[in-house]
């Protein structure tokens, strides 16, 4: 579905997502934007770690 969509996966840096087998739980797809920022950061205050990005709008 997502190639079907043409959505891009969003690549986090500091990546310190929640993993399951290896695998991230938690993603964010988009499409026709520009990512200037990316960050999921586990702070404590959830079982998940705190996903925050910058996006610029594509035109």
Do not use: C, W
């Amino acid at each position: 579905m997502v190639s079907r969509l043409s959505l891009q996966e969003m690549q986090f840096q500091p990546d310190q997502r929640m993993t399951k087998f290896g695998l991230p739980l938690d993603h964010i797809f988009y499409r026709g934007l520009t990512v200037e920022q990316a960050s999921a950061v586990d702070n404590g205050a959830s079982d998940h770690a705190a996903m925050e990005a910058q996006l610029k709008v594509m035109g």
